[in-house]
């Protein structure tokens, strides 16, 4: 397969969970779902994941989009994230490639105030290189949120709105900068009652 | 850095949350944390996620004995994990690798019965051939688990300590195939309400 093959059937995708740790669970997700378009993406949820699929802006507005609506009923949820763009895997919702570019959810979301924390990393996978790529794109966050290390990952605090479009951005530099199959995994967390900071353990 | 150097200071590390779906969850998550001997690995828990770091045999002692205590309280819980082993990073709790190689919790767990529905993706970083690693490593898990195809991930199912312990089979394979940097992504759930099987949105 060559890479203009590659780039024409670039469909992004995101596998992702949204936890209430809340009684009300069902609740929180059945009112964040109803409250979303997502008339321009492939979904498919099971009893592990929920599966995204479309252009990458859609993708995105969507995923941010449920996150936004779950955390603003006030519960403490927590999302996590796998987004991915690249040559491997299945063709489902191929059709949904054929959507103008208007994130459909945008203009509802935009202005809500919701702090958030969360923590990113992202693997450009199949080059040497990808530590490189890894850096820069840590740098450019800084001009959207607070950014700080965490194991394994980059710490991001700040409105969730700003978290999530730095989030999108980053993703899309990291393709067009040439990386043929890039994955980035996503954990937030919104009105948890913990402190922020660490607290190491014995 | 040359191999040598990296493949002596390979130590493994982890950053998970385990998220009970239920206003219990603060209850939940500190009884499976008591129950558990951590005395083998450094950790450390923030408000997004919990870091383990360690030899790679007690990082997933630990967070598989974490998740089984806490989904044998019968609370819907889902567990989400990124393990990793490699080169670039952080040092902390590097002397935590002059632990010996027994499991302290594997007595404990081992015959817990806890049904599980997984997903697991792994990622051989720096490398052009990851896909055929990736395919080979999948293969490996069908002697342990019901395996199964799903988007940007394969879905086991299965008893959680077999779920578990074939993943790290499939991670410790991955590493010693000569993967410098392995990332390995896993999503659970246990006891939940939803039934089996995916369930197509327009």
Redesign the interface.
């Known amino acids: 397969m060559t890479n203009q093959q590659c780039s024409e059937s670039r469909i992004a995708?995101c596998?992702f969970?949204v936890?209430?740790?809340?009684?009300n669970?069902?609740e929180v997700i059945t009112h964040a779902l109803k409250s979303v378009d997502?008339s321009k993406v492939w979904?498919?949820?099971?009893?592990?994941?929920t599966?995204i699929?479309g252009k990458l802006v859609h993708v995105f507005d969507v995923t941010k989009s449920i996150f936004i609506h779950a955390a603003k009923t006030g519960e403490?949820v927590?999302f996590?994230a796998?987004y991915?763009l690249g040559c491997?895997?299945?063709s489902?919702g191929d059709v949904y490639m054929a959507e103008d570019d208007i994130p459909a959810n945008n203009t509802q979301i935009k202005d809500i105030k919701q702090p958030v924390?969360?923590?990113f990393?992202l693997?450009p996978?199949?080059?040497?290189n990808?530590?490189d790529v890894i850096m820069k794109q840590i740098e450019a966050m800084r001009k959207h949120v607070d950014v700080s290390?965490?194991?394994?990952?980059t710490?991001l605090d700040g409105e969730s709105i700003k978290v999530l479009n730095g989030l999108e951005q980053v993703f899309n530099a990291t393709v067009d900068g040439g990386s043929n199959h890039t994955?980035m995994?996503v954990?937030?967390?919104a009105n948890?009652?913990?402190?922020?900071?660490?607290?190491?353990?014995?």
Chains 1, 2 share one sequence.
């Open positions: 995708g596998s969970s936890h209430p740790m809340s009684d669970f069902i997502k979904m498919e949820t099971d009893d592990v994941t599966t699929r403490h927590a996590q796998t991915s491997p895997g299945d489902a924390a969360a923590k990393s693997y996978l199949g080059g040497g990808y530590m290390h965490a194991h394994y990952s710490r994955v995994t954990s937030m967390s948890s009652p913990s402190h922020k900071g660490a607290n190491e353990h014995e």
